[in-house]
């Protein structure tokens, strides 16, 4: 069986100074290279006809399997293991009937009918990008980012076809594509085809080894805690929700916020009322030392003046294994807020999606509900349950869709929360605060399990607890601040608000939390 996971793709061009071709090919094959792709777009035939001899000779030496890009008669001259084929090349029947039985023959594809005619034609792989931008290779397609690989990847359930992203790979960003890559059903990469990472590598030995543990040890994790949720019940969340609280209250947690100007104080106010610690830092500077130090991360779309410290301290974030909240605050509004919460979201990972129904569907790509700036108009999804669950499988975290009612998944468990008062909806920046008290008890998570496991090691039902927990509460406090007898409106409810996070409890919130565990 073919070994896909560390894809190489070759390319003289791109070698270092002084660097023997022979020489980096071998480094890159002790690192742990499983397959390689000579790639010569310059080169007479006769050069890359001797170029793939003396890659040839080093591949069997180590039981690599050899392709070759584009040329079905080099492949045949150096009995290479298969050929790789744009959509513009040979077609994939052709080149069946030209090759000796049992050759690979893999094909680049860019969309979902790419897929599917790949697969139809009888290839052994295919190859999705470009996943990011890359100088390596001059696209003739648009960049998919991460979040669109799912979709071509469910065009081969059923199928044995294998598949590999492609397309400005590096150690950098190769976990976030093998952790987002994978589709509604489950369906997920088989590797990870780079170029430059190892090619321009001064030490393409240690540039592959690297790379090859991170999908090994992506590989082992997604094996040992696979997709499905631990069993819940009412009582188990409720239990888990105060347990959060009070582990926010002991050890009063760092909570990172990038957040719009309008909401500022009062989610300070609300992180501190809880427990935690607020920092509203946006500088780009500051953005790696706060990831250090941080047990979450909250990044509001708000006001969209601060798109590279969102980028970098997501990234950071991720980089650290920590807990990142993402608020798309009116992301329907403006096709600059979709631009640029696309961006945000094919760069890092979100641990926790939280929005409205109009942000929400402008994220799914929905027109089921209409948003008119941050609000929603309309009567929201006719399936509210299956919504979340299907954005949180496609987003692969957790999703809360805040409102009258709010409903959380992270893509099996579904959980409907009717707590909450209409003074909450009185108020500007309600949603907001939502997002900083899902970021504070997603930060409780981690510092929980940091304590217990030694490491912060998270998996998604860690944080469906923390999105459960910010959602109860603000909602339960919220329904104490109402009944209050000092509070006559909004303008003395959302002081009384704060007083109640406050005073909140892990026994008011297991008293109080309407919690409902529903299916579709």
Same mark, same amino acid.
């Given at each position: 069986?073919?070994?896909?996971?560390?894809?190489?793709?070759?390319?003289?061009?791109? =070698?270092?100074?002084?660097?023997?071709?022979?020489?980096?090919?071998?480094?890159?094959?002790?690192?742990?290279?499983?397959? !390689?792709?000579?790639?010569?777009?310059?080169?007479?035939?006769?050069?890359?006809?001797?170029?793939?001899?003396?890659?040839?000779?080093?591949?069997?030496?180590?039981?690599?399997?050899?392709?070759?890009?584009?040329?079905?008669?080099?492949?045949?001259?150096?009995?290479?293991?298969?050929? +790789?084929?744009? #959509? @513009?090349?040979?077609?994939?029947?052709?080149?069946?009937?030209?090759?000796?039985?049992?050759?690979?023959?893999?094909?680049?594809?860019?969309?979902?009918?790419?897929?599917?005619?790949?697969?139809?034609?009888?290839?052994?792989?295919?190859?999705?990008?470009?996943?990011?931008?890359?100088?390596?290779?001059?696209?003739?397609?648009?960049?998919?980012?991460?979040?669109? !690989?799912?979709?071509?990847?469910?065009?081969?359930?059923?199928?044995?076809?294998?598949?590999?992203?492609?397309?400005?790979?590096?150690?950098?960003?190769? =976990?976030?594509?093998? +952790?987002?890559?994978?589709?509604?059903?489950?369906?997920? &990469?088989?590797?990870?085809?780079?170029?430059?990472? *190892?090619?321009?590598?001064?030490?393409?030995? $240690?540039?592959?080894?690297?790379?090859?543990?991170?999908?090994?040890?992506?590989?082992?994790? @997604? $094996?040992?805690?696979?997709?499905?949720?631990?069993?819940?019940?009412?009582?188990?969340?409720?239990?888990?929700?105060?347990?959060?609280? +009070?582990?926010?209250?002991?050890?009063?947690?760092?909570?990172?916020?990038? *957040?719009?100007?309008?909401?500022?104080?009062?989610?300070?106010?609300?992180?501190?009322?809880?427990?935690?610690?607020?920092?509203?830092?946006?500088?780009?500077?500051?953005?790696?030392?706060?990831?250090?130090?941080?047990?979450? =991360?909250?990044?509001?779309?708000?006001?969209?003046?601060?798109?590279?410290?969102?980028?970098?301290?997501?990234?950071?974030?991720?980089?650290?294994?920590? %807990?990142? !909240?993402?608020?798309?605050?009116?992301?329907?509004?403006?096709?600059?807020?979709?631009?640029?919460?696309?961006?945000?979201?094919?760069?890092? #990972?979100?641990?926790?999606?939280?929005?409205?129904?109009?942000? &929400?569907?402008?994220?799914?790509?929905?027109?089921?509900? #209409?948003?008119?700036?941050?609000?929603?108009?309309?009567?929201?999804?006719?399936?509210?349950?299956?919504?979340?669950?299907?954005?949180?499988?496609?987003?692969?975290?957790? !999703?809360?869709?805040?409102?009258? *009612?709010?409903?959380?998944?992270?893509?099996?468990?579904?959980?409907?929360?009717?707590?909450?008062?209409?003074?909450?909806?009185? *108020?500007?920046?309600?949603?907001?605060?939502?997002?900083?008290?899902?970021? @504070?008890?997603?930060?409780?998570?981690?510092?929980?399990?940091?304590?217990?496991?030694?490491?912060?090691?998270?998996?998604?039902?860690?944080? =469906?607890?923390?999105?459960?927990?910010?959602?109860?509460?603000?909602?339960?406090?919220?329904?104490?601040?109402?009944?209050?007898?000092?509070? #006559?409106?909004?303008?003395?409810?959302? %002081?009384? &608000?704060?007083?109640?996070?406050?005073?909140? @409890?892990?026994?008011?919130?297991?008293?109080?939390?309407?919690?409902?565990?529903?299916?579709?």
């Amino acid at each position: 069986m073919i070994d896909y996971s560390l894809y190489l793709v070759t390319g003289r061009e791109l =070698l270092p100074e002084g660097k023997a071709y022979c020489d980096f090919l071998r480094e890159a094959l002790e690192g742990g290279v499983t397959i !390689v792709q000579v790639r010569e777009k310059k080169a007479d035939t006769a050069e890359f006809l001797h170029i793939a001899n003396e890659s040839k000779n080093l591949c069997t030496n180590y039981g690599v399997p050899l392709i070759i890009n584009d040329r079905v008669d080099i492949a045949l001259a150096v009995d290479a293991d298969g050929v +790789h084929l744009g #959509q @513009t090349d040979m077609p994939v029947r052709v080149a069946r009937s030209l090759l000796p039985p049992g050759k690979i023959i893999g094909v680049s594809c860019n969309s979902v009918d790419h897929v599917k005619k790949a697969v139809e034609d009888g290839a052994d792989y295919v190859g999705i990008g470009a996943v990011w931008a890359t100088n390596t290779k001059q696209l003739t397609s648009l960049v998919l980012g991460v979040r669109a !690989v799912g979709p071509l990847l469910s065009a081969l359930d059923g199928t044995s076809v294998k598949a590999v992203a492609i397309g400005g790979i590096k150690s950098s960003n190769v =976990l976030r594509t093998l +952790h987002g890559s994978v589709s509604t059903t489950g369906h997920r &990469l088989d590797g990870v085809a780079v170029v430059s990472e *190892i090619v321009s590598s001064r030490e393409p030995c $240690k540039s592959a080894r690297t790379l090859k543990e991170v999908y090994r040890s992506w590989s082992n994790s @997604t $094996k040992q805690l696979g997709e499905i949720s631990p069993p819940y019940t009412t009582e188990i969340i409720k239990d888990r929700v105060a347990d959060l609280l +009070h582990v926010v209250k002991e050890t009063k947690p760092l909570i990172h916020q990038i *957040i719009n100007i309008v909401v500022a104080n009062q989610s300070a106010n609300a992180t501190l009322a809880l427990g935690a610690s607020p920092i509203m830092a946006s500088a780009l500077e500051e953005m790696y030392d706060l990831s250090r130090v941080l047990s979450a =991360l909250l990044i509001n779309l708000g006001t969209v003046t601060d798109n590279e410290s969102m980028l970098t301290a997501g990234r950071f974030a991720n980089d650290a294994k920590k %807990p990142v !909240v993402f608020d798309p605050v009116g992301v329907g509004a403006t096709e600059f807020r979709r631009k640029v919460a696309a961006e945000l979201l094919n760069t890092w #990972q979100a641990s926790v999606i939280k929005g409205n129904a109009g942000e &929400l569907a402008a994220l799914a790509d929905s027109e089921e509900v #209409q948003a008119k700036g941050v609000d929603s108009i309309g009567v929201g999804f006719a399936n509210p349950a299956k919504f979340v669950r299907d954005l949180a499988r496609k987003e692969r975290c957790v !999703v809360a869709l805040t409102g009258a *009612i709010d409903w959380v998944s992270d893509g099996t468990t579904i959980v409907k929360l009717t707590n909450g008062h209409k003074l909450l909806g009185d *108020i500007t920046g309600s949603g907001c605060l939502v997002g900083t008290c899902i970021a @504070t008890f997603c930060a409780g998570a981690w510092e929980l399990a940091k304590n217990e496991d030694g490491a912060a090691k998270l998996v998604r039902g860690d944080m =469906l607890i923390g999105a459960l927990g910010g959602i109860l509460a603000l909602t339960i406090a919220g329904e104490r601040a109402a009944v209050r007898s000092n509070v #006559q409106g909004s303008g003395t409810f959302l %002081p009384a &608000l704060i007083d109640e996070l406050y005073n909140l @409890t892990p026994e008011k919130i297991k008293q109080d939390s309407q919690v409902e565990i529903v299916t579709v």
